[in-house]
Structure formats: C-alpha cells, structure tokens
C-alpha cells in the first residue's frame, strides 16, 4: 500500500505545510489542479451564461494565477479563446476584417504580414539572394 511507504511526518500534510509546498511560485498546470481539486470542475459560462456547452473551462482573466477566486471565471470554450485572443499580430498589426484571413484550421494570419514576406521573397528570388538558393536571408 502507497500510505505505508510515507513517513508519519509527512502524512495527511497538503498546502503549506507540506514538504513541496510552492505557493505562489507553483506552474500553470499545478495551479489549474489545485483550483480543480478545492473549486471543483467549472460546470457553467460566467460570460454569456450558457449551460449547453460539453465542456467548461477555468480561465484567469488578469493572468496572475493567484489562489483567491476572485482572479477566476468560469467559461465556455468559445468565451475563453474569445478571452485569451490578442488585438493584433506578433508584428502589431492590429486583426480587423480586412487584415485577418483564417486559414483551413481556424487560426488567424496576418494579411499585412503574408504580403510583406511575400514581397521580401520575390525581391530576395529575382536578386539571386533567398530561400532557394540557400543563402541567409535573416
């Protein structure tokens, strides 16, 4: 049995006060786990209120994953990727209707970004400088 190979020191200690205790300096997913296993499962969007979905999800709103449920919503995952979307491109153009194509899987590119690469590439190809002639072009 898993119990008997513990230590009586170290038995029935959870939180603080036991041994690997990290606080706040614990990662993502042990905070998720921690926030599943005192809060329980999210059963329920706190954004637009429905309770169809097949699946909810914890999301933190403020990113500072702290233990208070304050810092916490519970929501649906069309509502968490609506949360978790960034208003512009690692480049920082800004997403808008006339900027942003979706490719085949759904994920968000850059139209200001495809046409700069390709113009670099075709100016880079006629030159005799590029990505076949295997030459650095960073």
């Known amino acids: 049995m898993r119990n008997e190979k513990i230590s009586d020191s170290l038995r029935g200690r959870y939180g603080p006060d036991a041994r690997r205790w990290k606080g706040d300096k614990a990662g993502y997913v042990a905070i998720h786990l921690w926030i599943v296993k005192h809060w329980g499962k999210a059963d329920h969007c706190d954004k637009c209120g429905t309770l169809e979905a097949s699946r909810y999800e914890w999301a933190n709103p403020g990113r500072l994953y702290r233990r208070e449920r304050v810092d916490w919503l519970q929501l649906c ?60 072009v960073s």
């Open 77 to 136: 995952p069309s509502c968490h990727r609506k949360l978790d979307a960034k208003p512009s491109c690692p480049n920082g153009h800004e997403y808008t209707a006339e900027t942003t194509r979706f490719n085949t899987r759904g994920h968000r590119m850059c139209r200001v970004c495809l046409r700069e690469r390709r113009k670099y590439a075709k100016a880079n190809k006629v030159q005799g400088v590029g990505f076949e002639s295997g030459e650095d």
